[in-house]
């Protein structure tokens, strides 16, 4: 699978001098495993999540290869008076998305 332009986008205005670092992480987290791979909506909340930390963002995909729901959690929800409330839809790509 290849990145999507969005998230090429995003990790190169996010991460600057280490989107050379970024890009090739994802692309190692693309192919580990064929019966494992993060479709473009993890691997966008793996981005927002790791807010241009390389660190994080290898733990975003680690993650994602684990346990893509909790991924999905990190990247999409945030807790609010005591209620969880999906603030991002990262099925749609990076500029498009539809905030809840």
């Known amino acids: 699978m290849t990145i999507p332009e969005d998230i090429r986008m995003r990790v190169q205005h996010d991460f600057q001098q280490q989107a050379e670092k970024a890009i090739s992480l994802i692309q190692n987290a693309l192919g580990q495993d064929p019966h494992h791979f993060l479709p473009p909506r993890q691997l966008r909340c ?22 893509c729901r909790d991924l999905i959690m990190w990247g999409e929800y945030v807790v609010q008076d005591g209620k969880l409330v999906r603030k991002h839809n990262w099925n749609d790509p990076f500029g498009e998305e539809v905030n809840s």
């Open 46 to 67: 793996a981005v927002f999540v790791a807010q241009g930390d390389t660190g994080t963002l290898q733990q975003a995909l680690q993650l994602g290869l684990t346990d």
